[in-house]
């Protein structure tokens, strides 16, 4: 069984950033595709962003391109979401997830392992 957590989140004003960390068990790490979710109050989860296990492939969303950036480090087992320029509408439950075939998936469906999420709330 994977082990997934989040990290980082909590209360920011509009504009500035913070960044999100994910760990993850796992011998394997280098091995996983990993994606970030969010949901917003209210909404259905939605895609963020995801990346392949070398960090070679890496999507987002077309919405928050430019201002989100995915990373891995997997000598850590550890992926992040470094945002920026936050909005109130980024307010949102973050949710870390490990897929285990194919590219990096963009739909729930396709991944394995979900952490329990991390909030981010961003004040105007």
């Known amino acids: 069984q994977v082990q997934v957590v989040e990290s980082g989140g909590g209360l920011v004003q509009a504009g500035g950033s913070l960044r999100l960390s994910c760990f993850a068990s796992?011998?394997?790490?280098?091995?996983?595709?990993l994606g970030w979710f969010r949901q917003a109050p209210g909404k259905e989860r939605e895609f963020v962003a995801a990346?392949?296990?070398?960090?070679?492939?890496?999507y987002y969303a077309d919405a928050l391109r430019g201002r989100f950036t995915i990373s891995r480090d997997n000598a850590r087992n550890t992926m992040y979401l470094q945002m920026s320029n936050l909005k109130p509408e980024d307010t949102a439950v973050y949710y870390c997830a490990i897929g285990l075939r194919g590219p990096p998936p963009k739909v729930e469906h396709d991944y394995e392992y979900w952490g329990l999420g991390t909030q981010v709330t961003v004040s105007s």
């Open positions: 990346i392949s296990g070398n960090s070679r492939i890496t």
């Open positions: 796992g011998a394997t790490f280098k091995m996983y595709n």
